[in-house]
């Protein structure tokens, strides 16, 4: 198995402009994960999925961010319109029966907005 | 509300000395408890975990204890080497499936 994919690996966008974000979980797990991580809030979880459905999205910071899952293997994080403290790296992970058991995590999106 | 507590933020050891790291959480509930290593510029990745029926667990010089009833965990690091500088996130489980972080230590080892 590959593992988790993401792209873009690195984005550098201006305020203002949409930026989407991709992930393609392990194949055969049903729970999906999105997270933020920045030097000052560290690792924070901003959505997960489980069964495509989105479960809690209560870490999604305002409405300029929006997450989908499509099918199984497919999930997109936006950000629109982006702003420079959004600026960070983006995981998404996926994982089998959710928080018991290992979270595997993807490569990560840096993401830099100017 | 959900919370782990991570300590301390950041540790210097020499190479061959222990390192320790410790958690304390709030949810009674947890019953997973992983440790995940993360290099610099690399994704976190799991290095051990212990469930709520086991209080001890080793994986050749890591282990992790964990005391249920005072809702804290650590994770134990012999012989360090300075492969083993990075940053360490203890987590816990959450109804609902998701994993609850703690904020991270990172770990220098000297040679």
């Known amino acids: 198995d590959a593992g988790v994919i993401q792209s873009p690996r690195h984005e550098v966008t201006e305020m203002g402009q949409e930026v989407t974000l991709r992930c393609k979980p392990i194949s055969g797990h049903d729970y999906l994960f999105w997270y933020r991580q920045t030097m000052m809030r560290g690792l924070e979880l901003l959505i997960y999925f489980n069964n495509n459905v989105p479960i809690d999205d209560s870490g999604m910071p305002e409405d300029r961010f929006s997450a989908k899952m499509p099918n199984a293997s497919f999930s997109t994080l936006k950000i629109q319109p982006s702003e420079p403290r959004d600026s960070a790296v983006y995981f998404c992970a996926s994982s089998l029966n959710g928080g018991i058991y290992e979270q595997y995590f993807g490569p990560g999106t840096r993401l830099t907005v100017t | 509300g959900e919370n782990v507590e991570q300590h301390p933020s950041t540790l210097s050891v020499q190479e061959g000395d222990s390192a320790v790291i410790k958690c304390t959480y709030s949810?009674?509930?947890?019953?997973?408890f992983p440790w995940y290593k993360q290099e610099l510029g690399k994704r976190p990745q799991l290095i051990i975990d212990i469930r709520s029926n086991v209080g001890e667990k080793k994986d050749q010089r890591i282990a992790v204890t964990l005391n249920k009833t005072a809702k804290h965990f650590s994770l134990h690091i012999t012989e360090t080497q300075p492969e083993d500088s990075a940053v360490y996130f203890c987590?816990?489980?959450?109804?609902?499936?998701?994993?609850?972080f703690g904020q991270g230590t990172e770990l220098s080892v000297k040679p």
């Open positions: 987590a816990t489980s959450h109804q609902g499936g998701k994993l609850i």
């Open positions: 949810d009674s509930a947890s019953n997973y």
